[in-house]
């Protein structure tokens, strides 16, 4: 706990907190709206792909779609951390918060067994798309909201 | 942007008998609407977005036809969040008339929109006829970057807003 205080007692949390610029907390919580809107908007196209939406789309076309989930994970990541130094203390035992980052963990574990199960093959020929692909895109997109809202309810429980 | 010539709009719409009841009779509206704010946001950018990329030259080989398959599932986006967007709207009209932001994100929507049924009406037909290995003409480009651009200048002034406004006693 003590880490935690001395992490929001830091310069750099005061900066993001209260600094009245733009750049400061408007800006890093807007990044991290970018970056939500990056990795779950890619992982939503994919798994409505593999639920069999827009089917005549080839599976080859999500080949770059890591790029795409891991640029925005990492904006996440970043602007997610000096979010935190705000308000750490809190942060650090709130229970919804717990709930948000278990739910991403277990998105993004689904998102891998995903890519290994469909696009390691050199190209990825999937028709029909199996029984586990169709149930762990459902599963991802039920995961996805979950983190998502979860992550709006952090405004909201304590 | 002056607030005295909206303010008999956002009055009348406060007291209004649905506004009374968004805003004080169901205590999760808010949260529930936020939330499917974000949601609808996710999918609307990520459907549109695949679109758009394909516009811009990325995914050679899958015809556009096919990559279109994703729009509907934007419009689907688009509605969550215009209803979702209403309702914060009329709960709480005095947090968004007088809002800049507000003003420049409904700009972009229109600038989104406008470009949408520009592309349906003078470029579609002819893009869509292309060979799926063709290369994308500059106009197709152009028009997915103004989407790509809109979608997220929308996004944050949205997220911008409580940030943004410039008559601060609106309270978002």
Known sequence: ?158 | MTAPALDPLVEFIRSTRLSEVFRNEVAWLWPLCESLHFLGLSLLIGTAGFFDLRLLGFMQGVPLRSAKRFVPWAMVGFAVNLLTGLIFFISQPQQYATNLAMWLKVLFLLVAGINAMLFETSFSDRLMALEPDADMPLSAKVVAAVSLISWFAVLYFGRMLPYLDPNPQSGV
């Open chain 1, 1 to 158: 706990m003590q880490f935690f205080i001395w992490l929001q007692d830091t310069p750099f949390a005061h900066w993001v907190a209260s600094d009245p610029s733009l750049l400061a907390y408007p800006t890093i919580l807007t990044l991290h709206t970018v970056g939500m809107a990056i990795v779950v908007g890619t992982c939503v196209v994919m798994d409505l792909r593999l639920l069999g939406i827009a089917g005549d789309v080839p599976l080859s076309a999500l080949g770059r779609a890591p790029r795409l989930v891991w640029t925005g994970f990492f904006i996440n990541a970043a602007t997610g951390l000096a979010l935190f130094t705000t308000d750490a203390e809190h942060k650090a035992v709130q229970t919804v918060f717990f709930v948000k980052l278990s739910l991403i963990f277990l998105a993004l574990v689904v998102y891998g067994r995903l890519r290994t199960l469909v696009f390691r093959t050199a190209s990825p020929q999937l028709s029909p798309i199996s029984g586990e692909v169709r149930a762990l895109a459902a599963v991802s997109l039920l995961l996805w909201t979950g983190a998502t809202v979860a992550g709006r309810l952090m405004a909201y429980l304590l």
